[in-house]
């Protein structure tokens, strides 16, 4: 577990390390950290004061007196160095001089700070330097030097704090009325989680003013801001909120695994000892669900649901790969609890590392990393249509909880399938009458579905609607005849791939589909391992 970082800070300052790099956007909160630590006799055995640096304010002292009239870095650094008394100097967005991806940085300012690491370690008065910026920056020169140590994001107390505060600072505006007991109280706290104060501050101001009513219907404020942080990441996209397990038609299996997961990252999970599920990798035929899947945990479980284009990982100049990757993380960890989905994981990380001097492959190997190591409540759900290209570390036990099979759908499966999508269209007041969803409008349909994914299906009822509006009347059957009879499926012009796909799982993979559902019709089948015809690949189990 991870220790405070009040604690962590104290064991470096007493043991002298003489630089320190913290990434965080919230300066003054670490500023606060700081001090407190460096004035508190029992954290550090001797008080030392602090000094700050800025590019606007210069180097001061705590007590605002002016050390040195520079806001050049080198020359505010050689000021310190003169600094002949015990310390903790804080310096303020220095990273832009550090260098980074595709420029270096200013060799007089790399030179000066490893002047202060060589003075700061060997001298009696202790000294420490504290770097505080966005972006953690350590050139290749100080990486012996520089010690990285990690901010969190503010608790629950911490964020709590700032909402009591609001709500006493309002109390007597005749403008605002707080409908929340402590629980409800709780609840908006737990869902900025993930936040900056100033982030959690502004969720609440826009909570407060949306209708002059602080309830429980305004929590969808909060993320709508955890969607602002993750779109000004610039790697991750918000999806929107899409159909719950309940409108996916057929795969009991997955959706009983999924549904018995829900909540397991809240504290009634934690005191059964369980951790917090780590993810699924749902594979099989394109079109049977597996993106739709993704969508409805989200939805189902009420968390915000993040989409990793992989693309844009390996976008960007020589170096950025590893760091956007690192980002990525971040975000997602800083918005959780949520799902975070990776759709064709495959293309992104199949064959790692061919072409690309190795790039691919440590950015693989930072994911593997995660994905093992991971503590924050992200529960990812990857999907491949081509599994056999993956990597096979990646599908060992520990990185993901399951691996789950999506197969073309079985009788039953497509029967719940056409009566899903039927009664959507079926409900349109210029589509539907005088056609109605009966058991043998289903019935006849599934038949003639057979082989059809779910996606097929989808289309193929799209395509009957759109020869209705070619002549302005409702909806008929033969319109949806019609359209599956000019349809050639994916397991006609795809069937050898298929099969293949079926003979990876069959061993391999669990079978999203209840064993209960499979077709007792004849339908695509293949040898079982024991020499006998099996409709589905994938084992069978019972969650």
């Known amino acids: ?28 909160r670490v500023l606060f950290e700081v001090r407190a630590v460096a004035g508190d006799a029992d954290l550090v055995r001797k008080p030392r004061p602090v000094w700050t640096w800025s590019l606007t304010d210069g180097l001061r002292r705590d007590d605002g007196e002016e050390q040195a009239r520079t806001t ?87 964020i709590r704090g700032v909402l009591d505060g609001m709500l006493r600072a309002n109390a007597g505006s005749p403008r605002l009325r707080v409908d929340l007991d402590d629980a409800g109280r709780e609840r908006f706290a737990k869902a900025a989680l993930g936040l900056t104060l100033h982030e959690a501050e502004n969720a609440f101001a826009r909570a407060m003013v949306d209708d002059g009513v602080l309830h ?71 079109g049977c669900g597996k993106s739709l ?72 190997g930072s994911f593997l990393t995660w ?27 520990g990185r993901f909880d399951e691996v789950f099979f999506v197969d073309l759908p079985t009788r039953a499966e497509r029967d719940a399938i056409w009566t899903l999508h039927l009664g959507r269209w079926l409900r349109h007041p210029r589509v539907g009458a005088p056609l109605t969803v009966d058991a043998g409008l289903v019935a006849e349909l599934t038949g003639l579905s057979a082989g059809c994914s779910g996606a097929e299906i989808e289309h193929a009822l799209v395509a009957a609607v759109y020869d209705a509006f070619a002549e302005r009347r409702p909806l008929r059957r033969d319109d949806v005849v019609r359209a599956l009879a000019n349809m050639v499926p994916l397991s006609v012009t795809q069937a050898e791939r298929i099969a293949a796909v079926r003979a990876w799982a069959d061993a391999r993979a669990v079978a999203a589909t209840a064993a ?18 099996r409709p589905h690949g994938g084992r069978h189990v019972e969650f």
């Open 1 to 28: 577990m991870e220790q405070p970082f009040r604690t962590t800070l104290a064991q470096l300052l007493k043991a002298r390390f003489p630089i320190v790099s913290i990434e965080s956007h919230e300066e003054l």
């Open 72 to 158: 050049d870095p080198a020359d505010a650094l050689d000021a310190l160095l003169r600094v002949g008394q015990p310390l903790v100097a804080v310096f303020r967005d220095l990273h832009p001089v550090l260098g980074g991806p595709g420029h270096p940085g200013d060799p007089a300012v790399i030179r000066r700070l490893r002047d202060v690491a060589t003075a700061f370690r060997s001298e009696s008065e202790p000294r420490t330097l504290v770097l505080v910026s966005p972006v953690s920056r350590v050139p290749v020169e100080l990486e012996k030097d520089v010690t990285v140590a990690d901010f969190p994001l503010p608790s629950e107390q911490e």
């Open 216 to 286: 429980l219907a305004d929590l969808p404020v909060i993320l709508e801001e955890k969607r602002q942080t993750v779109r000004k990441a610039g790697l991750l996209e918000f999806v929107d909120s899409g159909p719950r397990l309940t409108d996916i038609g057929g795969l009991e299996t997955l959706k009983r695994w999924l549904g018995r997961r829900e909540g397991a990252w809240l504290a009634d999970a934690a005191d059964y000892g369980l951790p917090a599920p780590r993810g699924v990798l749902i594979t099989g035929v394109p």
């Open 293 to 364: 899947t993704a969508k409805a945990v989200a939805a189902a479980w009420g968390i915000p649901l993040l989409r990793l284009d992989i693309g844009r990982v390996f976008a960007g100049l020589v170096g950025s790969s590893e760091q956007n990757m690192r980002g990525a993380i971040r975000t997602a960890e800083a918005v959780s609890p949520c799902v975070l989905w990776i759709d064709e994981i495959e293309k992104g990380f199949a064959d790692t590392g061919a072409n690309d001097s190795g790039t691919s492959s440590r950015v693989f």
């Open 371 to 397: 994905m093992q190591e991971k503590s924050r409540p992200v529960f990812v759900i990857a999907t491949a249509n081509q599994i056999e290209h993956l990597p096979p570390e990646l599908l060992r036990k």
């Open 516 to 533: 209960e559902d499979l077709d007792p019709e004849p339908g695509p089948v293949r040898p079982g391992a024991d020499g006998r015809q």
